[in-house]
């Protein structure tokens, strides 16, 4: 039998937020079972709890960001896609800001602070999503699909039509339980275009977007030194998103998910459209030995 997952001690990061540009601490702190994922704002008095499920999700246009009662948590996308790459179940996710730290723009730094922390296994059946039924949502030429499959498999496409990106390879698939995670998905960074910067500033929002956190596309090709981490590294980024997102279903799935040109949006239409269907999923145990195992 699988158990519940924590850390084994609380950790800590600091850095900038990528919207705000401010300057945030971190702290990953142990949770008993059955707490889930909860966010925390220490910085207001009393500090606010925001659990993340898909109920408290708000704006979903750039990041996701979770709501509750006036306070917004944005960009919680990268934090819970490595906790969910290493299936940890129960953890206060504390910062003393409106957004996590960006970090490099990948999931690099929380993977990091999950190695450093320790995994502990707690004293409960760890609780999985079973996809029980197909639920596909769609938007234009995009859509998002989760269907029954005996495994956590993420497949994506991209199609951007800008030449350093058509020169990668812009579909990826992975196993979350084959323990694929660190390795291969949590280096891979955000991207941005540099004609898109100047209207996102005047829009409060990117301001702390650099060279240091994102790979930016100019109209010839990327900008960073050092190129691309890996030759795929924006549909992974993608695959990155969309496991940070299906988190908010508070539980890994035992499923397939596929994305088309999808994003936060989508993603969050998607996890409406499974919750409302009550046919479409259960809420299970693993008896017995697992096909396979997450990262540890
Ligand atoms: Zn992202």
Known sequence: MLRQRTLTKSVSASGIAIHTGKSVAITLQPADINTG??????????????????????????????????????????????????????????????EPPVMDGSALAFTSLIEAAGI????????????????????????????????????????????????????????????????????ARTFGFLSDYEYLKKN????????????????????????????????RHKILDAIGDLFLLQHNVIGAFTGYKSGHALSHQLRLALLSDPTAYEVVTWEGEMPSSFAV
């Not at 006036?70 to 940890?88: C, N, P």
């Open 120 to 187: 502990t296994e707690q004293d409960a059946p760890k609780k999985f999503l079973l996809i029980k039924k197909t639920i596909r949502v769609e938007e234009d030429d995009k859509f998002a699909v989760l269907a029954p499959h005996p495994g956590a498999k993420f497949s994506f496409t991209i199609d951007f039509d800008h030449p350093a990106i058509k020169a990668t390879q812009q579909t990826a698939e992975i196993d979350l339980m084959t323990g694929v995670f660190a390795k291969e998905i949590s280096g």
């Open 204 to 235: 409060q929002l990117a301001q702390g977007a650099s060279l240091e956190n994102t790979v930016v596309l100019d109209d010839k090709g990327v900008m960073n030194e050092g190129g691309l981490r890996y030759e795929n590294e924006f549909v």
């Open 37 to 98: 994922i909860i966010f925390r704002r220490i910085d207001l008095h009393p500090p606010v709890e925001i659990p993340a499920t898909t109920h408290y999700v708000g704006d979903t246009r750039l990041n996701t960001t979770l709501t509750h009662e006036g306070v917004h948590i944005s960009t919680v996308e990268h934090v819970l896609s490595a906790l969910a790459g290493y299936g940890i179940d129960n953890v206060y996710v504390d910062i003393d800001n409106a």
